[in-house]
């Protein structure tokens, strides 16, 4: 298992396009939420099975998971932080 991360405490920078990333907040998210810090650039969110679109119909990734990794897609490069701390 190892040592706790605190997310708010260890952005991630994205590039513009596609950028893998893991999901470090220990409970789950609506995408939304997660992703607030980055909601300006955000285009996509893929997980394996699921994706989600700012803004778009049929979205079947509706929760981020810890321990997870998902395909983000931003417009412009920018600094994701998830929200919240180690628990």
Do not use: D, F, H
């Amino acid at each position: 298992a190892g040592l706790a991360i605190n997310p708010s405490e260890n952005s991630l920078e994205l590039v513009p396009g596609w950028n893998l990333v893991a999901y470090y907040p220990s409970t789950a998210l609506a995408p939304v939420t997660a992703l607030t810090s980055i909601s300006t650039y955000l285009l996509e969110v893929k997980s394996a099975t699921q994706s989600y679109v700012p803004g778009g119909g049929g979205n079947t990734l509706t929760q981020m998971e810890s321990g997870q990794g998902y395909w983000i897609k931003v417009s412009s490069a920018c600094t994701l932080t998830y929200p919240g701390s180690a628990r």
